[in-house]
């Protein structure tokens, strides 16, 4: 018979491994170069609120390419942990995702797209001080070249950075355009 697995407080267990390894709560302050950070230390007080400590240290953030400025904003918390002497963060830019109409298709599975907002009503209207931008469409991308998605067409937009430098925000839609007139 198959005994139950156990979890484990796995904050704990790292706090316990961190005070051999070096693991440190940090407050990203600015950046200093690519994907380097100067970050200031902390520690939590006995009310349970974070305060900093000792010297603002230096932090690699792993997630971001060395040859390009990070984008990291300041006031960032991360868990930083000292390898071979240098302290390394893995903090990824939050994904910005939005509601759009389908205005208008420029072929090639791209198509221009409207911001839109939600009313109190539930109702969607376009989003004001705000222009169309281009966004593709990946199941397009991925089945073959249509222009199947109708004009009006409500989507949830994704915004990815390239890999330009700096980086450009592309885009991105998945709607299964191709599924919609099988009965």
């Known amino acids: 018979?198959?005994?139950?697995?156990?979890?484990?407080?796995?904050?704990?267990?790292?706090a316990q491994?961190?005070?051999?390894?070096?693991v440190r709560i940090v407050r990203v302050l600015?950046?200093?170069e690519n994907n380097r950070y100067s970050a200031q230390p902390m520690e939590f007080d006995?009310?349970?609120?974070?305060?900093?400590?000792?010297?603002?240290?230096?932090?690699?953030?792993?997630?971001?390419?060395?040859?390009?400025?990070?984008?990291l904003p300041a006031d960032t918390?991360?868990?930083?942990?000292?390898?071979?002497?240098?302290?390394?963060?893995?903090?990824?830019?939050a994904q910005?995702?939005?509601?759009?109409?389908v205005i208008d298709s420029l072929?090639?599975?791209m198509y221009t797209v409207r911001l839109q907002e939600i009313t109190s009503a539930g109702e969607y209207v376009d989003k004001p001080d705000t222009d169309d931008f281009t966004a593709c469409n990946l199941a397009e991308v991925s089945l073959g070249p249509g222009a199947a998605v109708e004009d009006g067409t409500y989507v949830l937009i994704s915004a990815i950075p390239d890999t330009s430098n700096p980086p450009q925000?592309?885009?991105?839609?998945?709607?299964?355009?191709?599924?919609?007139?099988?009965?």
């Open 1 to 14: 018979m198959k005994e139950p697995t156990v979890y484990h407080d796995a904050l704990y267990k790292l």
């Open 17 to 22: 491994v961190g005070q051999s390894m070096g």
């Open 30 to 32: 600015e950046l200093v």
């Open 46 to 71: 006995q009310s349970g609120d974070l305060q900093g400590t000792g010297d603002p240290l230096e932090v690699i953030n792993l997630s971001e390419p060395a040859d390009a400025d990070g984008l």
């Open 77 to 93: 918390h991360a868990v930083a942990l000292d390898v071979e002497g240098r302290w390394v963060i893995f903090v990824r830019t």
């Open 96 to 101: 910005s995702v939005m509601f759009a109409k």
């Open 107 to 109: 072929g090639d599975g």
């Open 169 to 183: 925000n592309r885009y991105v839609f998945d709607h299964p355009a191709y599924a919609k007139y099988l009965d």
